[in-house]
């Protein structure tokens, strides 16, 4: 059963409809919340134990001793001494991940977050490598 | 007449994947035709050994952007059967779901493949739009449009809410009546009809004896679908039917195709509506039990099948995938002879070919004719002389 422009009216309708795309850049794209962006980094809760380094499928994670070190809490009176808590820095190769949020999910301390942060084209390099501290 | 030859591809060959077809030509018409894989290869199965097997999941998935869920289930299965894992219900039912929205998504980027490649453009963009129906579903249940990463080992990684359920469903209802325009489409527009019929014939017994997979098996009248030859995740609790189409040329898998659609549709709807309760995963160790394990899967282009051997290690000592576009290339050599040269990127187009999930490993020799195996040593010689010519010298390593 043939039956010549089939499509003719739905071409005519669309005519009159908004376009489906949207003006981005001017217009903001709409992300969910579930979306895996950019890895960002919570120093302090960072215990340097490498799992993520580990885990990560594109080695895109570095985890570093800090140059400058947090002093020792005071010693405590007739208390034996409190090592100081170690600082971790973090460098995230944003042009080898993946962003699958491995190593967010294996993170004991949830010291990784995922952002939803998706805009990280860059013209240099190095500003791809992001170091936080 | 005098034969010509004239390569077509590897620079863009119908889509833009990169494979070469070498065609045989007597004025218009194709005499015979050589395929020629090979310049997409990109060393997954070796790279795969040296990962661990969650790092490996996310190597999977890139094996193929539209078929990422179904490379990842099926590898998983693998990990889980030695692991003796036994994944939750649910788990499993969201696996289902996401694999049927891949089937809607990848089904819709054909037909509008196809329009494009028949020179009815709006089709092509009516079917685009619309797909972005579907991704917007799967990028609001796993949060990325390609790559859902959805899966991980013993279960998924990402529940799904009431909310979401009913935008899903939703989606859905729209995509279903756009659906039901598309088949009225395919079956009255005239355009269609007089550039897929008859075109790219596939005869049955072809078909079978070329091993011609999923839609394109299908559409030459062979009902052969792994989801019901041998059910995996939920497909044995679910309602579909199996579809055929007996016209053996590009109509018909435009048919089996756009049918298939409103299938996926019914099961998406039974799995959203009857999703167990229950945890969306279980704990497995990294090391995987020493044994081997291989498993089919559907994927929307036909049967994707996997090995794996474990050692006991972390990681894996081989892997081997047999993407389906590598099953059906035999018969698009077929299906081209005896065509016009103006039909070959729709004829190619018509398998939904996925160059990149079929280049693995694969050495014949054009000029003896003759396929090779190479083993272990031979590969080091060969390298070894390789770098040779390029002056580097490891023969003493
Ligand atoms: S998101 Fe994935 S690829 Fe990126 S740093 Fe984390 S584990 Fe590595
Ligand atoms: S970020 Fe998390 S996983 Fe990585 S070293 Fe720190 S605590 Fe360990």
Redo the contacts with the bound molecule.
Sequence with gaps: MIKPARVFGEVMRHLFKKPATCAYPFEKAKITERFRGRID?DSP?????????RVCPAKA?E?KLSAEQPPAPVQAEGQPPVPAKRK?D?FMHLDHCVYCAQ?VE????D??IMTQDFELAHTSRAALTRHYK | MAKITIPFGPQHPALKEPENFMLVLEGEQISGSTINLGYNHRGMEKAAESRTYIQNLYLIERVCGICSHSHTTTYITNVEELAKAEVPQRALAIRTLIAELERVHSHLLWLGVAGYEMGFETLFMYTWRDREQVLDCLELLSGNRVHYSINTIGGVRRDVSAEQKAEVLKRIKFLEGRTQYYIKLALEEPTIAARTADVGRLPPEVALERGAVGPTARASGIARDVRKDEPYLLYDKLDFKLITHNTNDVFGRLVVRALELVESYKMINQVINNLPEGPISVKVPMKIAPGEAVNHYEAPRGEDIHYLKSNGTDKPERLKVRAPTMANLQSVSYMLEGGWLADVPLVIAAIDPCMSCTDRAAVWDQKKGKMAVYGWEELRKLGIEHYKHRGIDFSKL
């Design positions: 980094f809760k960072c215990i340097g134990c490498q799992m993520c380094v994670i985890i971790f973090c190593c294996t993170c004991p301390k010291a990784l």
